[in-house]
Nanobody
Framework: QVELVESGGGLVQAGGSLKLSCVAS??????????MGWYRQAPGNQRELVAR???????NYADSVKGRFTISRDNAKKTVFLQMNSLKPEDTAVYYC?????????WGQGTQVTVSS
């Protein structure tokens, strides 16, 4: 079992920045083998992929965040980060961390990000 805990959300004005963190615990001896991702869900919308980083450190981003968000990971700290710059009101959502390992998905509880105009 893998447990994920997100932090770093909050209220920020448009154009501002936030950095989200997601720390893994539990079966952390397998962390290096996990692909990690950040997803978000706004009210009334489906959960969508924001950014993903593989165990080999390859990254991909949703078109809506390219050039503004950066995903990174620190395997020694069992942590994945999401640096969010130039935030827009449409980035407002609950942000979730996900780990996938051998076909099994593990989710965090989410952290709220609210961007005011």
């Amino acid at each position: 079992q893998v447990e994920l805990v997100e932090s770093g959300g909050g209220l920020v004005q448009a154009g501002g920045s936030l950095k989200l963190s997601c720390v893994a615990s539990g079966r952390v001896f397998t962390y290096d083998s996990m692909n990690m991702g950040w997803y978000r869900q706004a009210p009334g919308n489906q959960r969508e992929l924001v950014a993903r980083i593989t165990r080999g450190f390859a990254t991909n981003y949703a078109d809506s965040v390219k050039g503004r968000f950066t995903i990174s990971r620190d395997n020694a700290k069992k942590t994945v980060f999401l640096q969010m710059n130039s935030l827009k009101p449409e980035d407002t959502a609950v942000y979730y961390c996900k780990a996938d390992l051998n076909g099994n998905d593990y989710w965090g509880q989410g952290t709220q990000v609210t961007v005011s105009s």
